[in-house]
């Protein structure tokens, strides 16, 4: 029995270490998760899906809890997977002649591989009439990365704001 449990304490010596080092081998650092997530957000600004969809994980989510009742249909941005976030976002683009967005940085802070953007947020769009739509309210986005890939968004803006400062020029 003590010749199975000092081999036992040998095979951990010798085990653990090297799940520990494949561990922190396979974690990005934190300028390398951040760097990822400010050019996914740069891309994702663009509202062009062939520039942020490649930056998605296969199973990423796409959330925007605060949108109930702004989105299109009355209901919210929800996507669960790569492809459903693609065409969801791209469908809302394309409703317009052009829409994007900018983020103006008041604070950024990663931890254990999530970013949170604190913003101003402002959209201009310009309809398929050609209204033009102008608007800046307050943004927090975070986003998740994981393996070099973006595993989900979630947006928390003050759509109501939003709906009250609305103006086409």
Not at 61 to 84: I, L, M, Q
Not at 113 to 130: M, N, R
Request: net charge negative; aromatic share 14%.
């Amino acid at each position: 029995m003590k010749a199975i449990i000092a081999a036992a304490t040998t095979l951990s010596l010798i085990v653990a270490p090297a799940f520990t080092e494949t561990a922190v081998a396979e974690e990005a650092s934190s300028a390398d998760v951040i760097s990822l997530a400010e050019d996914y957000l740069a891309a994702y600004s663009t509202f062009d899906t062939a520039k942020f969809g490649p930056f998605y994980a296969d199973n990423a989510v796409f959330s925007d809890p605060t949108s109930h009742g702004f989105a299109p249909g009355g209901g919210a941005f929800e996507y669960d997977g790569k492809a459903a976030i693609v065409k969801g976002l791209g469908d809302y683009a394309a409703q317009y002649k052009s829409f994007s967005v900018h983020y103006d940085l008041e604070r950024r802070y990663e931890s254990g591989g999530v970013v949170v953007f604190i913003a101003a947020l402002t959209y201009e769009s310009t309809s398929k009439d050609g209204k033009t739509y102008t608007g800046t309210n307050p943004v927090v986005t975070v986003v998740e990365v994981r393996h070099g890939k973006v595993v989900r968004h979630t947006d928390y803006y003050d759509y109501r704001e939003n709906a009250v400062d609305l103006r086409a020029d």
